[in-house]
């Protein structure tokens, strides 16, 4: 696959010449653990700005996907639905011992839409809400997707809001940069429950190719996630479920109450054939998307229902959806070498995916 744009740049980055973070950001609080390290909440000593800093040990095996991580962020997170990459540090450690990488972005205070979803009553949002979060999220994705970079991590833990009700898109862990003449990817990867067919018969037939639109199939789960409590198949093992996605028909909505727009907006999303799937600009066009009434109404809801879940963030509860299993099942999963950064518990976990249009 040629190498273009972020990933073409990896030479250029020297993790040994980065500034010590000491003096300029410093650590707040932990908010999320995951497989790559912790994310802390931090703050800017001079200004008191807050960040969210994600700390890990640069290995010498992870060098190079440290160092496309970084490229992807200071390449695409400017964006108004991508948390915004501010900077990476390294804190150096005593002789023997592995350095500290501090990868700093925007701090996202209230949290992911998962969180979300797990603190509202009957565990569902509105429609509305989940119209305009849908819209955000394709803004962010069209972003990506012309710049030929796929996502390949859409759920909602990896969506986060401001405490204004703003949207952003985080995890360019597990990231790709797709050629510009090829567009397509073979490669396994990504969370089981939102992971497009696709992308899951990759696993299975070395010939099988994906591209940027697995990231739509995986925004159509994220809307019933946010609709139903929990992705279709939440209830089974990881493993069982990437064997029934490509195999069952395409979920849809069970409850009757939803409207005939968002109904045919996730039917539109979960097209089993990726070929037959709308592109991201068709969705955007969508009428779920396209006549959201009275946007202004709509945030202003949402940041209220923001402003009082938030009293409630010290709940700390395990969504019921993660399955932990053991790191034997862990590895089966996740097989090739872009290992998808684990599911960061909390409100931030930072990084995007991108895809190719063409």
């Known amino acids: ?10 030479e250029s980055i020297e993790l040994s010449s980065l500034r010590d973070p000491a003096g300029i950001f410093e650590l707040v609080e932990v908010v999320g653990n995951g497989t790559y390290g912790q994310v802390y909440k931090g703050r ?12 890990m ?6 060098e190079d ?19 915004t990459y501010y900077g990476a540090f390294v804190k150096k450690s005593p002789a023997g011992q592995d350095d500290q990488l501090w990868l700093v972005m925007e701090y996202c205070g209230a949290g992911s839409v998962t969180d979300l979803v797990k603190k509202t009553k009957s565990n569902c949002l509105k ?3 989940i119209a305009y979060i849908c819209r955000e999220v394709l803004r962010g994705l069209s972003h990506l997707h012309s710049h030929h970079v796929i996502h390949r991590d859409i759920k909602g833990q990896n969506v986060l809001l401001t405490e204004n009700a703003e949207v ?3 995890d360019f862990g597990v990231s790709a940069q797709l050629d510009r003449t090829i567009g397509r990817r073979n490669t396994f990867i990504g969370t089981p429950y939102w992971m497009a067919p696709e992308v899951i018969a990759c696993d299975e037939n070395q010939d099988a190719t994906y591209d940027y639109r697995s990231d739509l199939w995986s925004l159509g789960i994220t809307a019933l996630e946010m609709a139903e409590g929990a992705p279709p198949l939440c209830d089974m093992h990881p493993m069982r479920a990437l064997f029934l996605i490509p195999r069952n028909p395409p979920p849809r909505l069970k409850s009757r109450k ?6 045919t907006f996730v039917e539109s999303c979960l097209v089993k054939n990726h070929q037959h799937r709308p592109t991201t600009e068709t969705l955007l066009r969508h009428s779920f998307i396209k006549d959201l009434p009275n946007e202004r109404q709509v945030r202003i809801t949402l940041k209220d229902h923001l402003d009082r879940t938030r009293k409630k963030k010290g709940d700390k509860e395990e969504t019921e959806y993660e399955y932990s299993g053991s790191e034997d099942e862990e590895g089966e999963m996740n097989e090739d070498e872009g290992e998808p950064r684990c599911v960061l518990n909390s409100i931030l976990a930072h990084t995007c995916t991108h895809t190719s249009p063409s």
């Open 65 to 83: 996907e440290i160092k496309l991580e970084i490229n992807m962020l200071k390449t695409y997170s400017h964006h108004r639905n991508i948390a």
């Open 168 to 170: 952003k898109l985080v």
């Open 57 to 62: 040990d640069v290995t010498e095996e992870e």
């Open 44 to 55: 800017h000593v001079k200004t008191g700005q807050l960040a969210a800093i994600k700390v």
């Open 1 to 10: 696959m040629a190498r273009d744009g972020a990933t073409r740049s990896l």
């Open 127 to 129: 429609e509305d809400w």
């Open 258 to 263: 939803w409207s005939k727009k968002f109904q």
